[in-house]
């Protein structure tokens, strides 16, 4: 498989739940992100991640625990999320984390917290 | 602190008709910009980018954008859209280090 992949591709879970959301990359690249997408919102950047190092966190809450344990692999971890928190999730990953590096995205993952 | 407009949510284009997306942005010194799209159900793809040199950038799928420095713009154009261009539009501007999108404008094509 090629590109950038997400699974679950979506997602329900009540409040006092514990999931995880998957992404991995094909592309050889060293950089991975996690993006919130919202209606009617920017884009929000949530993590960044490169060389397997966190290098941003984005002022995220606890309540999202992102893990990256190779290059080609991301995770984000959510447990006792809020009503709030239902969006799209984007995952992306780059050669580096330079602006100029062309970011490539997953499908995303659309999560719904009841 | 960078900053990205997209004063259109949503605009309706005839299938043939040129299309123009507007974007206005914010920044300090001569900024990285990128168009993306994103088709419903499927993640961002780049259709174009400008880092530096000719103002005017050719990109995927017969689109192409025109940095304007005087007017903080760098608006997105087709000659004619084809209905397979409906899909959402992010215009996004960068520093160094950091991207910031817009929040997108949907584009709906008619026969």
């Known amino acids: 498989e090629t590109g950038v992949t997400q699974t679950p591709r979506h997602l329900v879970m009540g409040m006092t739940n514990k999931k995880s959301l998957k992404c991995e990359q094909h592309?050889?690249?060293?950089?991975m992100y996690w993006y919130k997408q919202s209606a009617k919102k920017p884009l929000e950047l949530m993590f960044v991640y490169n060389f397997k190092e966190q290098t941003e966190n984005n002022s995220v809450p606890s309540r999202f625990s992102p893990e990256c344990p190779n290059s080609s692999h991301l995770f984000l971890h959510l447990h006792t999320l809020q009503p709030e928190d239902s969006a799209l999730y984007l995952c992306?990953?780059?050669?580096?984390?330079?602006?100029?590096?062309?970011?490539?995205f997953g499908p995303g993952t659309r999560l719904t917290v009841l | 602190a960078q900053s990205v407009t997209q004063p259109d949510i949503h605009i309706t284009v005839s299938e043939g008709a040129s299309l123009e997306l507007r974007c206005n942005y914010s920044y300090g010194a001569t900024p990285y910009l990128f168009w993306y799209v994103q088709s419903p159900g499927q993640g961002l793809q780049l259709l174009l980018k400008y880092f530096s040199g000719d103002t005017l950038v050719q990109g995927i799928k017969g689109f192409e954008a025109e940095f304007k420095r005087s007017q903080s713009s760098f608006n997105l154009r087709k000659p004619s859209v084809h209905w397979s261009d409906a899909a959402e539009y992010f215009c996004?501007?960068?520093?160094?280090?950091?991207?910031?999108f817009g929040t997108g404008t949907k584009l709906q094509v008619i026969p």
């Open positions: 996004a501007v960068g520093g160094y280090q950091k991207v910031t």
């Open positions: 592309l050889g690249h060293n950089a």
């Open positions: 992306a990953s780059s050669q580096d984390e330079r602006t100029t590096d062309t970011q490539y």
